[in-house]
């Protein structure tokens, strides 16, 4: 289906009327005591298009924190001017455990499956660290200027939360440390992920940062950050990586790259067409959206977007 068959409002109209019943279904991440305080019932679902339209339905215009989706951008940071060191640090292959496991990462000698699961991404922000010095206003000021907010910054309550609740990402940093894969000290790493990860956004605005991908690794200026072939393994490892333990029922019921977070928010994009915001804080046994993956699901029917 082209995309001037596709009608978004009666799309975003479907989604709403497909989700509205679900609303509050899940548990919203309470073992991180600020997410835990987040009201359960709120579903936000925003498109992006590659020529600049934004389309919303429900609270776009709530903040709520970004949590792993940040793995995304500071990813995109590391392998901006084609740098494949990371990968000598990092593996590209879904997990099969939990995103937080110290078994796996014990097992396999301090060197993480894939960049979108915890120690991955301790990897990568130790690497951005390394490579910038200020890991954190690095993808700060990138996600300024994709959403087009010059105010959009961590949430301190939820840095203090993250830090007094981080000991099993503390267990994971110095794990790999003791293998040799950290090259920043471990307190300054963690200090730098628990603050990116406390971003908070609104819907409508992470639609518009994942244009970034969307148009294969062009910012919205108008400038290259990545080239396409950097873009498009991004979104690969998003496919097979970005929902936790969850990535093959997503290919199979949304059929597109996707990166979640436990604040509830699932990225998803169709590349060279649209990006996709899905929001809402209730979470399944796996860690992702229930009226997120419900809304993706829903959107892909309608207009048959898949990267299958």
């Not at 298009?49 to 793995?71: A, L, N, Y």
């Not at 206003?137 to 939360?161: I, K, N």
């Not at 406390?198 to 910012?219: M, N, P």
Request: hydrophobic share 40%; aromatic share 8%; proline share 4%.
């Amino acid at each position: 289906m082209s995309d001037d068959d596709i009608d978004l409002e009666d799309v975003l109209a479907l989604v709403m009327e497909r989700v509205r019943p679900r609303i509050g279904e899940g548990r919203v991440a309470d073992y991180i005591p600020e997410l835990g305080r987040v009201d359960p019932a709120r579903f936000g679902f925003a498109v992006a298009t590659t020529e600049g339209e934004v389309h919303t339905v429900g609270d776009t215009g709530v903040r709520f924190s970004m949590q792993s989706i940040t793995k995304v951008f500071t990813l995109a940071l590391v392998t901006q001017k084609g740098d494949t060191h990371i990968w000598d640090r990092v593996l590209r292959e879904p997990s099969g455990n939990a995103f937080n496991s110290l078994y796996q990462l014990e097992f396999e000698n301090g060197v993480p499956r894939n960049p979108f699961i915890n120690p991955g991404a301790l990897v990568v922000t130790d690497e951005l660290l390394a490579n910038t010095g200020d890991a954190f206003t690095a993808l700060r000021d990138l996600l300024r200027a994709e959403t087009g907010d010059p105010d959009l910054d961590a949430d301190e309550v939820t840095a203090r939360s993250e830090q007094e609740s981080g000991d099993r990402n503390r267990s994971l940093a110095y794990l790999m440390a003791g293998f040799g894969n950290m090259r920043n000290p471990v307190p300054d790493v963690l200090d730098h992920y628990f603050r990116q990860c406390s971003i908070t956004i609104t819907t409508e605005e992470l639609a518009r940062a994942g244009l970034l991908l969307a148009r294969h690794g062009v910012r919205g200026d108008g400038s290259r950050m990545l080239d396409r072939a950097a873009a498009r393994r991004i979104m690969a490892i998003m496919l097979t990586c970005g929902t936790y333990d969850a990535a093959g029922d997503f290919a199979y019921r949304v059929g597109l790259p996707c990166k979640s977070g436990v604040g509830g928010g699932i990225l998803a994009v169709v590349p060279g067409r649209y990006s996709i915001a899905a929001w809402g804080p209730g979470l399944d046994a796996k860690g992702n959206s229930v009226t997120g993956a419900l809304a993706l699901d829903t959107f892909t029917e309608a207009t048959h977007c898949s990267v299958f």
